[in-house]
């Protein structure tokens, strides 16, 4: 292995601590009206994400300095125990239920989402493998298809929950891994036609799944149904204008857009800071997206690479999805917008694979 860099990517720490002091002040902005109401306490939700940034930020300056190859060492153990955990969840009385799935272990006042770290482990884990079967790939029995029979797996327990949103991150930041681990394109055409198949079929077998669709393509046909998330959203972004209500002024956080603090957390901030507002947060993550794709092409060995491409591919996946629903680009998904929404296992997650990005960069050549 190439020698360690005396220090890590600074622009790329510098970058994900002003995307999450961002996320900090706009939870609070748009959880404490809400928070005031259902607990008499407007920094409910404020004070626990700080909690979680803490542990977070702490974890990834940690991980930063923890050689990356270590996640290569212990990735088989790591996704067991993903599994593991994805078996428990759907144990009544262990795994916890809101809006509808079972997600969630309670850890104490806190809870833990399995499927949010199966993401990250089973990135370490498709790293691996590719970077030792790279030859095989090409292969459409001896590469492809032991690669996404495992990740399919993992995707059909998350779904047990049922959560489509995860799923589809996890999915389609292996499908970019293995893709440039230099899988063939006729081999993708093949497995995507068949994969537009089974996602209609999911969509079909729960009628909620089916309203998503339908409100997407016109949500005014329910507006106090299936499309009212979409239309709050929608009139939360255009008043906002080019430089926003102002910071706190959101009207729409008044109980119109349900726990705007989670996934919708971009229109509030669209509304109160304005396209000007919106536009800078969106070139932090292109800035972000960015330091990343330099790390992966600059990493010394295959794992190293195929590691930061999953990292970067499911944060940039997850910001695209998020941001195209709050815009009403795409279905309502329940997809976090990273460092930003409120979520303790999504963003220390995020942060310690913002850890493990960094200790890459200590090796790159760029």
């Known amino acids: 292995m190439a020698n360690k860099r005396s220090t890590p990517d600074i622009i790329l720490i510098l970058t994900t601590l002003t995307l999450l002091a961002v996320g900090l002040i706009m939870v609070y902005s748009a959880s404490a009206v809400w928070a005031d109401y259902k607990f008499q306490d407007t920094f409910f939700f404020a004070k626990r994400q700080l909690l979680f940034a803490g542990l977070g930020v702490v974890a990834m300056f940690f991980i930063m300095n923890v050689d990356y190859w270590t996640w290569r060492t212990w990735a088989k153990l790591i996704i067991l125990v993903c599994f593991f955990l ?86 389609g930041t292996c499908i970019v891994m293995i893709y440039v681990s230099g899988a063939r394109i006729s081999h993708f055409v093949g497995l995507g036609l068949i994969g537009v198949a ?48 102002g910071l706190g002024q959101s009207r729409q956080k008044f109980f119109y857009l349900p726990e705007p603090q989670t996934d919708f957390i971009f229109a509030i901030l669209a509304e109160e800071l304005g396209f000007i507002g919106g536009t800078l947060v969106v070139l932090l993550f292109s800035l972000l997206l960015w330091r990343g794709i330099r790390i992966a092409l600059g990493a010394p060995d295959l794992y190293g690479s195929f590691l930061a491409v999953g990292i970067i591919a ?47 960069s200590r090796y790159a050549k760029y």
């Open 86 to 171: 994805l078996v428990i969840v759907l144990i009544p009385g262990v795994g916890m239920e809101r809006n509808g799935s079972r997600s969630w272990i309670g850890v104490g006042a806190f809870s833990v989402q399995p499927s949010e770290f199966m993401k990250i482990a089973m990135i370490t884990f498709l790293a691996k493998y590719l970077s030792e079967n790279q030859k095989k790939i090409t292969s459409f029995k001896k590469g492809l298809v032991p690669s996404l029979s495992l990740v399919f797996l993992a995707f059909g327990m998350i779904m047990l929950q049922p959560d489509l949103g995860t799923g589809t991150v996890m999915v």
């Open 198 to 245: 089974g996602f209609v079929v999911l969509v079909l077998s729960a009628p909620y799944r089916i309203k998503r669709i339908t409100s997407f393509l016109n949500p005014w046909e329910d507006p106090l149904g299936s499309g009212f998330q979409i239309i709050q959203s929608l009139y939360a972004i255009g008043p906002g204008g080019l430089l926003g209500l």
């Open 314 to 360: 499911m944060i940039a996946i997850q910001v695209i999805i998020n941001v195209g629903v709050v815009t009403g680009l795409m279905p309502v998904t329940g997809i976090t917008l990273p460092f930003l929404s409120y979520g303790g296992s999504s963003l220390t997650l995020m942060l310690v694979a913002v850890g493990i990005l960094l200790n890459i």
